[in-house]
Protein backbone atom coordinates (compact mmCIF):
# COMPACT_ATOMS: atom_id res chain seq x y z
CA UNK A 1 0.00 0.00 0.00
CA UNK A 2 3.26 2.70 0.26
CA UNK A 3 5.75 3.42 -1.85
CA UNK A 4 8.36 1.06 -1.56
CA UNK A 5 7.33 -1.04 -4.40
CA UNK A 6 7.82 2.22 -6.54
CA UNK A 7 11.76 2.46 -5.00
CA UNK A 8 12.57 -1.11 -5.46
CA UNK A 9 11.63 -0.99 -9.16
CA UNK A 10 13.61 2.29 -9.95
CA UNK A 11 10.90 4.11 -10.36
CA UNK A 12 11.06 6.78 -8.09
CA UNK A 13 11.69 10.45 -8.94
CA UNK A 14 12.76 11.80 -5.68
CA UNK A 15 10.23 14.36 -5.67
CA UNK A 16 9.34 14.29 -1.92
CA UNK A 17 5.21 14.49 -2.66
CA UNK A 18 5.10 11.29 -1.03
CA UNK A 19 6.63 12.49 2.51
CA UNK A 20 4.21 15.66 1.87
CA UNK A 21 0.77 13.79 1.95
CA UNK A 22 1.88 11.03 4.76
CA UNK A 23 -0.62 11.43 7.93
CA UNK A 24 2.34 9.92 9.76
CA UNK A 25 4.99 11.68 8.57
CA UNK A 26 6.93 8.22 8.73
CA UNK A 27 8.67 8.82 5.49
CA UNK A 28 12.33 10.01 5.38
CA UNK A 29 14.72 10.54 2.23
CA UNK A 30 17.39 8.14 2.70
CA UNK A 31 20.49 9.02 -0.03
CA UNK A 32 21.61 5.69 -1.91
CA UNK A 33 23.48 5.12 -4.73
CA UNK A 34 23.43 8.75 -5.45
CA UNK A 35 19.59 9.53 -4.75
CA UNK A 36 17.85 10.58 -1.68
CA UNK A 37 14.90 8.00 -2.19
CA UNK A 38 12.10 7.43 0.18
CA UNK A 39 12.15 5.41 2.94
CA UNK A 40 9.28 4.34 4.93
CA UNK A 41 9.07 3.83 8.57
CA UNK A 42 6.72 0.28 8.56
CA UNK A 43 6.47 0.48 12.01
CA UNK A 44 4.86 3.72 12.39
CA UNK A 45 3.07 3.04 8.81
CA UNK A 46 -0.99 2.80 8.24
CA UNK A 47 -1.32 1.84 5.13
CA UNK A 48 -3.47 4.34 4.24
CA UNK A 49 -1.90 4.45 0.84
CA UNK A 50 -1.79 8.19 0.01
CA UNK A 51 1.78 8.25 -1.13
CA UNK A 52 1.19 5.30 -3.07
CA UNK A 53 -2.16 7.20 -4.89
CA UNK A 54 -0.29 10.61 -5.25
CA UNK A 55 3.32 8.78 -6.59
CA UNK A 56 3.86 10.30 -10.06
CA UNK A 57 6.81 7.63 -10.58
CA UNK A 58 4.15 4.58 -10.68
CA UNK A 59 2.40 5.47 -14.01
CA UNK A 60 2.03 7.63 -16.93
CA UNK A 61 -1.25 7.46 -18.23
CA UNK A 62 -0.97 9.14 -21.31
CA UNK A 63 -4.49 8.57 -22.10
CA UNK A 64 -5.43 11.46 -19.63
CA UNK A 65 -3.31 14.28 -22.10
CA UNK A 66 -5.55 14.29 -25.60
CA UNK A 67 -4.56 15.11 -28.49
CA UNK A 68 -1.05 14.44 -29.31
CA UNK A 69 0.33 12.16 -26.08
CA UNK A 70 3.70 13.93 -26.63
CA UNK A 71 2.39 17.21 -27.26
CA UNK A 72 -0.90 17.48 -25.42
CA UNK A 73 -2.92 20.45 -25.35
CA UNK A 74 -2.12 24.26 -26.41
CA UNK A 75 -4.15 27.28 -26.93
CA UNK A 76 -1.01 29.66 -28.22
CA UNK A 77 2.70 28.99 -28.81
CA UNK A 78 5.06 31.79 -28.03
CA UNK A 79 8.76 32.42 -28.85
CA UNK A 80 9.33 35.29 -25.87
CA UNK A 81 12.21 37.22 -23.81
CA UNK A 82 11.88 39.36 -20.89
CA UNK A 83 12.37 42.88 -21.33
CA UNK A 84 13.95 43.52 -18.10
CA UNK A 85 17.62 43.06 -19.13
CA UNK A 86 19.14 42.57 -15.53
CA UNK A 87 16.52 39.33 -15.46
CA UNK A 88 17.44 38.06 -18.69
CA UNK A 89 21.56 37.98 -18.01
CA UNK A 90 20.50 35.97 -15.14
CA UNK A 91 18.47 33.55 -16.96
CA UNK A 92 19.11 30.49 -18.28
CA UNK A 93 16.82 30.95 -21.32
CA UNK A 94 14.08 34.09 -21.77
CA UNK A 95 13.79 34.95 -18.45
CA UNK A 96 9.72 34.07 -18.22
CA UNK A 97 9.04 31.82 -15.01
CA UNK A 98 11.08 33.84 -12.86
CA UNK A 99 9.64 37.29 -14.01
CA UNK A 100 5.67 35.52 -14.18
CA UNK A 101 6.58 34.57 -10.75
CA UNK A 102 7.49 37.96 -9.64
CA UNK A 103 4.74 39.95 -11.16
CA UNK A 104 2.58 37.96 -9.57
CA UNK A 105 3.44 38.04 -6.49
CA UNK A 106 3.95 41.49 -6.49
CA UNK A 107 0.52 42.07 -7.22
CA UNK A 108 -0.97 39.79 -4.93
CA UNK A 109 -2.63 37.26 -7.85
CA UNK A 110 -1.06 34.69 -5.56
CA UNK A 111 0.08 34.51 -2.37
CA UNK A 112 3.13 32.74 -2.64
CA UNK A 113 5.47 30.43 -5.05
CA UNK A 114 7.83 27.27 -4.23
CA UNK A 115 10.94 27.88 -5.80
CA UNK A 116 14.18 27.01 -5.59
CA UNK A 117 17.38 29.07 -4.47
CA UNK A 118 20.81 26.89 -4.35
CA UNK A 119 23.40 26.08 -6.72
CA UNK A 120 24.95 24.37 -3.66
CA UNK A 121 23.82 20.38 -3.49
CA UNK A 122 26.07 18.85 -0.78
CA UNK A 123 22.68 18.11 0.77
CA UNK A 124 18.94 17.57 -0.80
CA UNK A 125 17.30 19.74 -2.43
CA UNK A 126 13.91 21.58 -1.17
CA UNK A 127 11.79 24.41 -2.61
CA UNK A 128 11.35 26.91 -0.22
CA UNK A 129 8.63 29.45 -0.33
CA UNK A 130 8.75 32.84 -1.65
CA UNK A 131 6.67 36.02 -1.18
CA UNK A 132 6.75 39.54 -3.24
CA UNK A 133 9.32 40.38 -0.12
CA UNK A 134 11.61 37.59 -0.87
CA UNK A 135 15.04 38.05 -2.71
CA UNK A 136 15.11 36.06 -5.92
CA UNK A 137 18.68 36.56 -6.60
CA UNK A 138 19.50 33.08 -6.65
CA UNK A 139 16.23 31.51 -7.98
CA UNK A 140 16.96 31.51 -12.01
CA UNK A 141 18.45 28.98 -13.70
CA UNK A 142 18.39 25.30 -14.17
CA UNK A 143 18.92 22.57 -11.78
CA UNK A 144 18.91 19.04 -13.61
CA UNK A 145 19.29 17.27 -10.18
CA UNK A 146 15.83 16.06 -8.37
CA UNK A 147 14.22 18.95 -6.30
CA UNK A 148 11.88 17.79 -3.35
CA UNK A 149 8.34 19.32 -3.15
CA UNK A 150 7.61 17.61 0.21
CA UNK A 151 7.64 21.33 1.87
CA UNK A 152 4.96 22.81 -0.65
CA UNK A 153 2.61 19.81 -0.50
CA UNK A 154 2.47 20.06 3.28
CA UNK A 155 1.74 23.99 2.97
CA UNK A 156 -0.71 23.36 0.09
CA UNK A 157 -2.32 20.80 2.73
CA UNK A 158 -2.16 23.40 5.44
CA UNK A 159 -3.26 26.08 3.92
CA UNK A 160 -5.67 24.81 1.73
CA UNK A 161 -6.98 28.40 0.69
CA UNK A 162 -4.18 29.61 0.05
CA UNK A 163 -3.53 30.78 -4.04
CA UNK A 164 0.09 28.95 -5.00
CA UNK A 165 2.75 29.15 -7.60
CA UNK A 166 4.08 25.64 -7.96
CA UNK A 167 6.86 25.11 -10.50
CA UNK A 168 8.87 22.03 -12.15
CA UNK A 169 9.25 19.22 -14.19
CA UNK A 170 6.19 17.10 -15.86
CA UNK A 171 6.66 14.48 -13.27
CA UNK A 172 5.80 17.32 -10.09
CA UNK A 173 3.16 18.11 -12.42
CA UNK A 174 1.43 15.60 -12.51
CA UNK A 175 1.91 14.42 -8.88
CA UNK A 176 0.63 17.89 -7.98
CA UNK A 177 -2.53 17.36 -9.92
CA UNK A 178 -2.75 13.56 -8.27
CA UNK A 179 -2.78 15.50 -4.55
CA UNK A 180 -5.06 17.81 -5.78
CA UNK A 181 -7.49 15.50 -6.91
CA UNK A 182 -6.91 13.15 -3.65
CA UNK A 183 -7.45 15.99 -0.70
CA UNK A 184 -10.02 17.55 -3.05
CA UNK A 185 -8.45 21.08 -3.15
CA UNK A 186 -9.29 24.12 -5.45
CA UNK A 187 -7.78 23.69 -8.29
CA UNK A 188 -8.10 27.04 -9.49
CA UNK A 189 -5.79 27.88 -6.55
CA UNK A 190 -2.85 26.76 -7.97
CA UNK A 191 -0.55 28.34 -11.13
CA UNK A 192 1.14 24.92 -12.38
CA UNK A 193 4.43 26.42 -14.36
CA UNK A 194 5.82 23.35 -16.18
CA UNK A 195 9.44 23.21 -17.35
CA UNK A 196 10.41 21.38 -20.15
CA UNK A 197 12.55 18.24 -19.36
CA UNK A 198 15.22 16.21 -21.02
CA UNK A 199 15.99 14.13 -17.97
CA UNK A 200 16.69 15.05 -14.10
CA UNK A 201 19.67 13.57 -12.22
CA UNK A 202 21.22 11.85 -9.40
CA UNK A 203 23.44 14.05 -6.99
CA UNK A 204 26.01 11.80 -8.07
CA UNK A 205 26.27 14.36 -10.60
CA UNK A 206 26.92 17.27 -8.17
CA UNK A 207 29.85 14.42 -6.42
CA UNK A 208 31.13 13.85 -10.36
CA UNK A 209 32.23 17.61 -10.33
CA UNK A 210 33.51 17.78 -6.95
CA UNK A 211 36.33 15.64 -8.10
CA UNK A 212 37.37 17.96 -10.43
CA UNK A 213 37.68 21.42 -7.68
CA UNK A 214 35.96 21.70 -4.64
CA UNK A 215 33.36 23.75 -6.17
CA UNK A 216 30.72 25.65 -3.95
CA UNK A 217 27.88 26.02 -6.61
CA UNK A 218 27.49 24.36 -9.77
CA UNK A 219 25.98 25.91 -12.49
CA UNK A 220 24.49 23.55 -15.07
CA UNK A 221 24.60 26.16 -17.50
CA UNK A 222 25.13 29.53 -17.69
CA UNK A 223 25.18 32.05 -20.42
CA UNK A 224 28.45 33.13 -19.46
CA UNK A 225 31.24 33.67 -21.06
CA UNK A 226 29.80 32.36 -25.14
CA UNK A 227 26.24 33.36 -24.33
CA UNK A 228 22.83 30.98 -24.93
CA UNK A 229 22.59 27.92 -24.70
CA UNK A 230 25.30 27.92 -21.69
CA UNK A 231 28.20 26.73 -20.63
CA UNK A 232 29.17 24.53 -17.53
CA UNK A 233 30.42 26.24 -14.17
CA UNK A 234 32.13 25.43 -11.14
CA UNK A 235 32.01 27.81 -8.84
CA UNK A 236 34.65 28.42 -5.71
CA UNK A 237 34.42 31.01 -3.75
CA UNK A 238 33.12 33.55 -6.43
CA UNK A 239 35.35 32.66 -9.00
CA UNK A 240 34.01 30.61 -11.70
CA UNK A 241 35.42 27.86 -13.92
CA UNK A 242 33.68 27.03 -17.36
CA UNK A 243 33.61 23.90 -18.42
CA UNK A 244 32.42 22.65 -22.38
CA UNK A 245 28.79 22.35 -22.68
CA UNK A 246 29.37 18.94 -24.07
CA UNK A 247 30.09 17.71 -20.47
CA UNK A 248 25.97 19.11 -19.35
CA UNK A 249 24.92 16.71 -22.66
CA UNK A 250 26.89 13.68 -21.99
CA UNK A 251 26.66 13.17 -18.73
CA UNK A 252 22.88 12.56 -18.85
CA UNK A 253 23.17 9.29 -19.75
CA UNK A 254 25.59 8.29 -16.83
CA UNK A 255 23.49 10.29 -14.01
CA UNK A 256 19.83 10.51 -15.11
CA UNK A 257 17.31 9.07 -12.79
CA UNK A 258 16.08 5.59 -14.34
CA UNK A 259 12.55 7.05 -14.33
CA UNK A 260 13.30 9.30 -17.20
CA UNK A 261 14.16 6.36 -19.56
CA UNK A 262 9.97 5.90 -19.60
CA UNK A 263 8.70 9.58 -19.30
CA UNK A 264 6.77 10.66 -22.14
CA UNK A 265 6.36 14.01 -21.21
CA UNK A 266 8.97 16.39 -22.14
CA UNK A 267 7.04 19.40 -22.81
CA UNK A 268 4.60 19.21 -19.76
CA UNK A 269 1.40 18.67 -21.06
CA UNK A 270 -0.49 18.84 -17.83
CA UNK A 271 1.05 22.56 -16.78
CA UNK A 272 -0.85 25.60 -17.08
CA UNK A 273 1.86 27.01 -18.84
CA UNK A 274 5.20 24.71 -20.30
CA UNK A 275 8.30 26.92 -20.69
CA UNK A 276 11.41 25.61 -21.93
CA UNK A 277 14.14 26.64 -24.44
CA UNK A 278 13.61 27.98 -28.05
CA UNK A 279 15.60 25.97 -30.01
CA UNK A 280 13.46 26.71 -33.22
CA UNK A 281 15.53 28.57 -36.65
CA UNK A 282 12.43 30.85 -37.31
CA UNK A 283 13.09 35.14 -37.79
CA UNK A 284 12.31 36.71 -34.35
CA UNK A 285 11.60 40.15 -34.04
CA UNK A 286 14.25 42.67 -34.34
CA UNK A 287 14.03 43.51 -30.39
CA UNK A 288 14.96 39.89 -29.48
CA UNK A 289 18.75 38.52 -29.25
CA UNK A 290 18.97 34.92 -29.65
CA UNK A 291 22.50 34.79 -27.87
CA UNK A 292 20.80 36.86 -24.82
CA UNK A 293 18.48 33.45 -24.59
CA UNK A 294 15.09 33.00 -25.73
CA UNK A 295 11.95 30.78 -24.18
CA UNK A 296 9.59 28.72 -25.96
CA UNK A 297 6.22 28.87 -23.90
CA UNK A 298 3.09 26.81 -24.38
CA UNK A 299 0.00 28.22 -23.35
CA UNK A 300 -2.51 25.31 -22.39
CA UNK A 301 -5.07 26.48 -19.79
CA UNK A 302 -7.43 29.06 -20.29
CA UNK A 303 -5.56 29.86 -16.31
CA UNK A 304 -2.22 29.99 -18.05
CA UNK A 305 -4.08 31.97 -20.84
CA UNK A 306 -5.15 34.66 -18.60
CA UNK A 307 -1.84 34.77 -16.65
CA UNK A 308 0.30 35.60 -19.51
CA UNK A 309 -2.22 38.08 -21.32
CA UNK A 310 -2.05 40.20 -18.17
CA UNK A 311 1.71 40.56 -18.72
CA UNK A 312 2.29 40.48 -21.99
CA UNK A 313 3.90 43.52 -22.04
CA UNK A 314 6.99 42.28 -20.24
CA UNK A 315 8.14 40.57 -22.92
CA UNK A 316 8.89 40.67 -26.59
CA UNK A 317 6.95 38.04 -28.34
CA UNK A 318 6.31 36.23 -31.35
CA UNK A 319 3.46 33.49 -31.75
CA UNK A 320 5.00 30.04 -33.43
CA UNK A 321 3.51 26.53 -33.97
CA UNK A 322 2.95 23.66 -32.17
CA UNK A 323 4.49 22.20 -35.18
CA UNK A 324 7.99 24.11 -34.62
CA UNK A 325 8.30 23.33 -30.69
CA UNK A 326 7.65 19.57 -31.86
CA UNK A 327 10.30 19.55 -34.45
CA UNK A 328 12.86 21.56 -32.74
CA UNK A 329 12.53 19.51 -29.22
CA UNK A 330 12.93 16.46 -31.21
CA UNK A 331 10.01 15.05 -29.63
CA UNK A 332 9.55 12.12 -31.72
CA UNK A 333 12.33 11.01 -29.92
CA UNK A 334 10.56 10.05 -27.08
CA UNK A 335 8.92 7.47 -28.74
CA UNK A 336 10.85 5.27 -27.99
CA UNK A 337 11.08 5.90 -24.47
CA UNK A 338 7.46 4.02 -24.46
CA UNK A 339 9.46 1.22 -25.75
CA UNK A 340 11.63 1.37 -23.03
CA UNK A 341 8.76 0.88 -20.95
CA UNK A 342 7.58 -2.07 -22.55
CA UNK A 343 10.97 -3.14 -21.78
CA UNK A 344 10.59 -2.33 -18.40
CA UNK A 345 7.68 -4.25 -18.26
CA UNK A 346 4.17 -2.92 -17.19
CA UNK A 347 5.71 -1.77 -13.84
CA UNK A 348 5.62 1.81 -16.17
CA UNK A 349 2.03 1.48 -15.43
CA UNK A 350 1.03 2.11 -19.30
CA UNK A 351 -2.12 1.39 -20.27
CA UNK A 352 -2.21 -2.26 -21.05
CA UNK A 353 -2.56 -3.26 -25.10
CA UNK A 354 -2.64 0.56 -25.66
CA UNK A 355 -0.01 1.43 -28.04
CA UNK A 356 -0.29 5.37 -29.16
CA UNK A 357 -1.13 6.15 -32.56
CA UNK A 358 2.36 8.63 -32.26
CA UNK A 359 4.54 5.40 -31.90
CA UNK A 360 4.87 3.60 -34.89
CA UNK A 361 5.41 -0.35 -35.73
CA UNK A 362 8.89 0.05 -36.86
CA UNK A 363 10.25 1.87 -33.85
CA UNK A 364 8.55 -1.01 -31.88
CA UNK A 365 10.02 -3.50 -33.79
CA UNK A 366 13.84 -1.89 -33.91
CA UNK A 367 16.23 -4.10 -32.71
CA UNK A 368 18.89 -1.53 -31.57
CA UNK A 369 16.79 -0.16 -29.56
CA UNK A 370 17.25 -2.99 -26.77
CA UNK A 371 21.34 -2.81 -27.10
CA UNK A 372 20.51 0.99 -26.20
CA UNK A 373 18.08 0.76 -23.51
CA UNK A 374 20.86 -1.94 -22.51
CA UNK A 375 23.78 0.12 -22.48
CA UNK A 376 22.04 3.14 -20.62
CA UNK A 377 21.46 1.04 -18.04
CA UNK A 378 24.80 0.09 -17.71
CA UNK A 379 26.38 3.46 -18.05
CA UNK A 380 23.69 4.14 -14.95
CA UNK A 381 24.33 1.29 -12.93
CA UNK A 382 28.70 2.96 -13.14
CA UNK A 383 27.56 6.08 -11.79
CA UNK A 384 25.66 4.55 -9.13
CA UNK A 385 28.55 2.22 -7.55
CA UNK A 386 30.64 5.68 -7.87
CA UNK A 387 33.28 4.05 -10.34
CA UNK A 388 33.89 8.06 -11.22
CA UNK A 389 37.32 7.65 -12.89
CA UNK A 390 35.53 4.61 -15.10
CA UNK A 391 32.76 7.43 -15.62
CA UNK A 392 34.91 10.45 -16.54
CA UNK A 393 37.47 8.55 -19.11
CA UNK A 394 34.00 7.54 -20.60
CA UNK A 395 32.57 11.15 -20.61
CA UNK A 396 36.14 12.07 -22.30
CA UNK A 397 36.14 9.69 -24.68
CA UNK A 398 32.84 10.56 -26.02
CA UNK A 399 34.09 14.38 -26.39
CA UNK A 400 37.07 13.17 -27.73
CA UNK A 401 35.57 11.35 -30.38
Given at each position: ?????????????????????????????????????????????????????????????????????????????FAAQVKDKKLL??????????????????????DAAFLVDTYNH?????????????????????????????????????????????VGTSCFVRGIL????????????????????????????????????????????????????????????????????????????????????????????????????????????????????????????????????????????????????????????????????????????????????????????????????????????????????????????????
Amino acid sequence: MNISSVTKNNLCVSCGLCAGVCPKQCIASVFESGSYLPTVDENSCVNCGLCHRVCPGKSDDFTASGDNIFFGHAIKCFAAQVKDKKLLAQSTSGGLVTALTKNLLRDKIYDAAFLVDTYNHDAETFTRRFDAESDFADVPKSRYVTVNHSRAVRYMLDNPDAKLILVGTSCFVRGILNVIKQFKLNRDNYFLAGLFCDKTMTYNVWRYFRQFAAADKLHFRTKEPNGWPGEVALEIDGKKIFLPRQFRMQMKDFFCVERCLYCLDKLNRFADISFGDNYGDAPLPAQMDRREGTSTLIVRTQRGEKIFDGYRDEFFTREISPEEIYKSQHVDVRSKNFVFGEYKSAQVGYPINVVPPEVSFAVRENSNLRREYESLLVKQRMSRENFFPNVAAEIWRMIIS
